[in-house]
Structures are given as structure tokens and as C-alpha cells.
Nanobody
């Protein structure tokens, strides 16, 4: 089994910054893509950013140029640096990882979510 634990959320004023972290633990052979998604009440979960095992990144248009995703493969960790935050970034942020097990099968895992609140 694999667990993802996010940290780093909180309350910040508009224009401020936060850094989210997500650590994967458990029975892991390797991790393919890792990503960050967010969700607000009444809306579907949406992709914020994702990064491949080779470091290729993909961002939602709304965060391009403000957010940066990175990862440390040795630590099974991904980070999301969020700058120039606006109230529209307020959401619960979820970490996702596509994990390859020792039986050579892929599974997707989610963290429990961390709240990010941006005040105006």
C-alpha cells in the first residue's frame, strides 16, 4: 500500500506565496507522474500541475508563470511553489502519484488534501 501526505497549506494574503509538499511512502518500486490538483465546493477537481519522472512539466493556464512544480525522485516527494496567489487559488489541494509496484503494475494514489486559503 502507498500513502501520500501533503503539507504546507494555510492562510495567506493575496500576492503571497506558499510551498506545498507531498511525500509518498509504502511499497514503491518507482513513481511515474506526480501532480497537484485542486477542488472547490461544487466544482470538479482540476489539474494544477504535473511532472513526469523525467522532469517534464504541465500546468493549468490559470497558474502558468506563478506556480512551479518540482520533485525529488530519491525522496518520492513533489513540491508546488505557489507565488502571486489570488483569492481564486483558494481550494483544497490534492497530491496524486502514479506508482509502479514491485509486481510491475501501475496504480494511482491520492493524498488527503491540504487547504489553501488566499485572503483579499
Amino acid at each position: 500500500q502507498v500513502q501520500l501526505v501533503e503539507s504546507g497549506g494555510g492562510l495567506v494574503q493575496a500576492g503571497g506565496s506558499l510551498r506545498l509538499s507531498c511525500v509518498a511512502s509504502g511499497t514503491i518500486f518507482s513513481i511515474d507522474a506526480m501532480g497537484w490538483y485542486r477542488q472547490t465546493p461544487g466544482k470538479q477537481r482540476e489539474l494544477v500541475a504535473r511532472i513526469s519522472s523525467g522532469g517534464f512539466t504541465d500546468y493549468a493556464d490559470s497558474v502558468l508563470g506563478r506556480f512551479a512544480i518540482s520533485r525529488d525522485n530519491a525522496k518520492h516527494t513533489t513540491y508546488l511553489q505557489m507565488n502571486s496567489l489570488t483569492p481564486e487559488d483558494t481550494a483544497v489541494y490534492y497530491c496524486n502519484a502514479r506508482v509502479l509496484s514491485y509486481s510491475m503494475s501501475y496504480s494511482d494514489y491520492w493524498g488527503q488534501g491540504t487547504q489553501v486559503t488566499v485572503s483579499s
